[in-house]
């Protein structure tokens, strides 16, 4: 049981590096095209691109989401990446707006698969504190993706042109496959999930999710805000080029995959609750940093610390939804996080396009700062009600065990 566990692990971890390396290539190039002026002209562009791809994947995970059980786990996610590889090589051939948009709906239909699918199956496979840990290794391996894709994307596309990291990484993808499904061989130990063969309930996955909905709407602000427009802050505002922009932007995910590594641990040591206060502190203070200073040290030290508590939130939060709703429905409150991720990223990305073409680049992350602290108060209220009424209140991880599920 432990050896299909790690299978498991290391299959979804697999799977997360390209899928999160997939997804920043093309943002990482946003400083170049809108320099060049072909293919982006305005920092709005930007935002029509994320507008209508992430509503692809608004309106497909939900289905994704409703249909995906035990059985299927390891197939989804293999055709998530095929179709994904095989966007990232039609963009290289893109020649006109529209058809960049095109192949960016592609990228995004076969990237809306893993976190419904890849974070259920971890869920679904572990308990407790392990749960925790799993869930920090899964979101470290992520991290480590867009880390490297940011680092080489900005030294290739400095080099040898735009197209090249797209083909690159359209390629490792197939490879991924390739990989994932040697990985995943004998995951599946009955016909399906026995936890899973209920029918799903929407409305009580909904509910079950209520209270953490201002964090993970900030989870997808903050990652759409900085995937999209961190990029032209520093090569715009502060001059830095394009492969010194991967590398501040590559320490920014460094910080984040080394801190979720080691999240099971904090999670034993501070709590769940006491974890996130830290980090929306901490995000609080630096995008304010960020979007008011001047100083290049300053910003790629606000961007490091920035990425260490940004991070950290997202398997903080995921273990506390995976170990609140009920079985039966956690692929679906999955599907829901990630819309909600979605639908964040997608308003505030498309409106920073329009906001720093208005007032500048520097505008998205000022924002964000005060959205951070709105949700930080959120939070010391809503710990502060589970204190009082803690039979209602989501409870620590225990090491505790149960059934694997797939």
Same mark, same amino acid.
């Given at each position: 049981?432990?050896?299909?566990?790690?299978?498991?692990?290391?299959?979804?971890? *697999? !799977?997360?590096?390209?899928?999160?390396?997939?997804?920043?290539?093309?943002?990482?190039?946003?400083?170049?095209?809108?320099?060049?002026?072909?293919?982006?002209?305005?920092?709005?562009?930007?935002?029509?691109?994320?507008?209508?791809? *992430?509503?692809?994947?608004?309106?497909?995970?939900?289905?994704?989401?409703?249909?995906?059980? $035990?059985?299927?786990?390891?197939?989804?996610?293999?055709?998530?990446?095929?179709?994904? $590889?095989?966007?990232?090589?039609?963009?290289?051939?893109?020649?006109?707006?529209?058809?960049?948009?095109?192949?960016?709906? &592609?990228?995004?239909?076969?990237?809306?698969? !893993?976190?419904?699918?890849?974070?259920?199956?971890?869920?679904?496979?572990?308990?407790?504190?392990?749960?925790?840990?799993?869930?920090?290794?899964?979101?470290?391996?992520?991290?480590?993706?867009?880390?490297?894709?940011?680092?080489?994307?900005?030294?290739?596309?400095?080099?040898? &042109?735009?197209?090249?990291?797209?083909?690159?990484?359209?390629?490792?993808?197939?490879?991924?496959?390739?990989?994932?499904?040697?990985?995943?061989?004998?995951?599946?130990?009955?016909?399906?999930?026995?936890?899973?063969?209920?029918?799903?309930?929407?409305?009580?996955?909904?509910?079950?999710?209520?209270?953490?909905?201002?964090?993970?709407?900030?989870?997808?602000?903050?990652?759409?805000?900085?995937?999209?427009?961190?990029?032209?802050?520093?090569?715009?505002?502060? &001059?830095?080029?394009?492969?010194?922009?991967?590398?501040?932007?590559?320490?920014?995910?460094?910080?984040?995959?080394?801190?979720?590594?080691?999240? &099971?641990?904090?999670?034993?040591?501070? $709590?769940?609750?006491?974890?996130?206060?830290?980090?929306?502190?901490?995000?609080?203070?630096?995008?304010?940093? *960020?979007?008011?200073?001047?100083?290049?040290?300053?910003?790629?030290?606000?961007?490091?610390?920035?990425?260490?508590?940004?991070?950290?939130?997202?398997?903080?939060?995921?273990?506390?939804?995976?170990?609140?709703?009920?079985?039966?429905?956690?692929?679906?409150?999955?599907?829901?996080?990630?819309?909600?991720?979605?639908?964040?990223?997608?308003?505030?990305?498309?409106?920073?396009?329009?906001?720093?073409?208005?007032?500048?680049?520097?505008?998205?992350?000022?924002?964000?700062?005060?959205?951070?602290?709105?949700?930080?108060?959120?939070?010391?209220?809503?710990?502060?009600?589970?204190?009082?009424?803690?039979?209602?209140?989501?409870?620590?991880?225990?090491?505790?065990?149960?059934?694997?599920?797939?």
């Amino acid at each position: 049981m432990e050896r299909i566990k790690r299978r498991v692990l290391a299959t979804a971890s *697999l !799977y997360h590096v390209f899928n999160d390396a997939s997804v920043v290539t093309l943002p990482t190039l946003f400083p170049i095209l809108h320099t060049e002026g072909t293919l982006i002209k305005r920092y709005s562009d930007i935002g029509t691109i994320i507008l209508i791809g *992430l509503t692809v994947a608004i309106v497909l995970q939900p289905l994704i989401g409703h249909s995906a059980k $035990g059985r299927h786990f390891r197939r989804l996610l293999a055709l998530g990446a095929l179709i994904a $590889g095989t966007s990232l090589l039609l963009m290289t051939r893109a020649n006109s707006f529209t058809t960049l948009i095109l192949f960016f709906i &592609g990228l995004r239909i076969g990237t809306s698969i !893993y976190h419904p699918v890849g974070t259920s199956w971890i869920s679904s496979t572990f308990s407790g504190c392990s749960l925790d840990r799993a869930m920090g290794i899964q979101s470290a391996f992520g991290n480590i993706g867009v880390f490297v894709s940011f680092t080489t994307t900005g030294i290739l596309a400095q080099h040898f &042109g735009w197209r090249v990291p797209l083909f690159l990484w359209g390629s490792l993808n197939f490879a991924a496959v390739a990989g994932g499904l040697i990985l995943s061989r004998g995951t599946i130990t009955r016909p399906a999930g026995r936890c899973e063969e209920k029918a799903v309930s929407w409305r009580k996955t909904f509910r079950s999710i209520t209270v953490f909905i201002p964090m993970i709407l900030l989870g997808g602000i903050a990652w759409g805000i900085t995937l999209n427009y961190a990029p032209s802050l520093l090569n715009h505002r502060f &001059g830095i080029t394009i492969s010194q922009t991967g590398i501040v932007l590559g320490s920014w995910i460094a910080s984040g995959a080394v801190v979720t590594i080691f999240y &099971g641990r904090i999670s034993r040591l501070l $709590g769940r609750m006491r974890t996130l206060a830290i980090a929306y502190a901490i995000i609080t203070i630096t995008t304010f940093a *960020l979007g008011a200073g001047s100083s290049i040290p300053l910003v790629v030290a606000a961007f490091i610390m920035f990425g260490t508590a940004m991070f950290i939130t997202f398997p903080a939060v995921l273990s506390f939804i995976g170990s609140t709703v009920e079985p039966e429905n956690r692929t679906a409150a999955f599907s829901l996080v990630s819309n909600l991720m979605i639908i964040g990223n997608v308003v505030f990305a498309f409106a920073s396009g329009l906001l720093s073409d208005r007032f500048g680049i520097q505008i998205p992350f000022l924002l964000l700062g005060f959205i951070a602290l709105s949700v930080f108060c959120y939070l010391l209220y809503t710990a502060a009600r589970w204190r009082r009424h803690p039979e209602g209140s989501v409870t620590e991880p225990r090491d505790t065990s149960r059934p694997v599920t797939d």
